[in-house]
């Protein structure tokens, strides 16, 4: 993580990016051999054999990632180029906590009615449109607007992770023998975890990309002086926080803002839309992999449905 972190500014070139790389992955590769050689390990990689297990952390894998994606650099957006207070900001998020918190209820009984593929496909391919309408919004959306941009982009990606959440858990539960129930929900948890953190390093590899090749083509058209060109070019690395220089005119000064504004907006609609074709890779995943369960009740016939229960004709003493 620590080596795709720093190659955004020092490039997959540097000593320190490639020895941190290999390092990782040899420490990885290594977890991997013990893990799948003693008698008691942590990750037990047999669980992987089944179909369903291994469909739903790579579900997890790549929807947590697009979920992590787009939450860390949404706040930078609202705040540093569409001018929310930070606490506006997080305000932002409540319809989406909201959602989840109450229809989760109504989402587990999902899993009862039509078994977990299902929600396990719909949810993710909702987040995915949620995902995609952050994408829309462009700069001068103010708080004001906020009800008209992001809104309705926040509330789609909840009622998908809402939809998602809960047999999501039940399919992970539900893949592996009740003595492995613990280690079963460690590994999804810690994967969801590592989703976040890898979908953070490699996106913000995308944005810093994407960031500084669109400042370049806005800052060509401004004709600015070698100095200011120079103190833009050594804060590249703030995105959209550059500090504009004070000894410029208003009329410069409004133009950098805008270039910088545009700017990591074209970076955040390619995140948000690397992020929503993420999600649907994770619904392909559960159709493809997770095993489809009719519910409890949808096996028995009609005949069945109508008999008596079980003892019904014998007389109590």
């Not at 037990?44 to 929807?63: E, V």
Request: glycine share 10%.
């Amino acid at each position: 993580m620590y080596g795709l972190i720093q190659a955004g500014s020092l490039g997959f070139g540097s000593p320190m990016v490639l020895g941190t790389l290999v390092l990782g992955s040899i420490a990885l590769s290594a977890f991997l051999l013990v893990e799948a050689r003693i008698s008691a390990p942590m990750v037990p990689l047999t669980l992987f054999r089944s179909p369903t297990f291994s469909g739903t952390n790579l579900l997890t894998l790549l929807l947590y990632g697009a979920l992590s994606g787009v939450t860390f650099f949404f706040p930078f957006d609202l705040i540093q180029v569409q001018g929310y207070s930070p606490t506006f900001a997080g305000a932002a998020f409540v319809p989406f906590i909201l959602i989840m918190f109450l229809l989760s209820r109504w989402a587990g009984g999902l899993v009862h009615r039509y078994g977990a593929k299902l929600p396990l496909v719909v949810g993710p391919v909702i987040t995915a449109i949620g995902f995609a309408l952050f994408a829309l919004p462009g700069i001068g959306s103010g708080a004001g607007s906020y009800w008209t941009t992001f809104f309705p982009a926040v509330v789609v990606m909840g009622v998908g992770m809402t939809i998602t959440v809960a047999p999501l858990t039940t399919a992970v539960m539900g893949a592996v023998e009740q003595r492995h129930a613990g280690s079963a929900s460690g590994i999804n948890n810690a994967v969801s975890r590592t989703a976040g953190l890898l979908a953070i390093a490699v996106l913000g590899i995308v944005v810093f990309s994407v960031f500084t090749s669109s400042l370049d083509s806005h800052l060509a058209t401004l004709h600015l002086s070698p100095s200011v060109q120079h103190l833009i070019e050594m804060q590249r690395i703030k995105l959209a926080g550059i500090d504009l220089p004070t000894h410029v005119s208003g009329e410069v000064q409004v133009a950098l803002k805008r270039a910088i504004g545009e700017s990591f907006v074209s970076s955040f609609r390619l995140v948000s839309l690397i992020c929503a074709g993420l999600a649907l890779a994770s619904a392909l995943s559960a159709w493809w992999l997770v095993e489809g369960k009719k519910p409890e009740h949808a096996g028995r016939t009609a005949e069945e449905s109508q008999a008596p229960p079980v003892g019904a004709d014998k007389q109590e003493p």
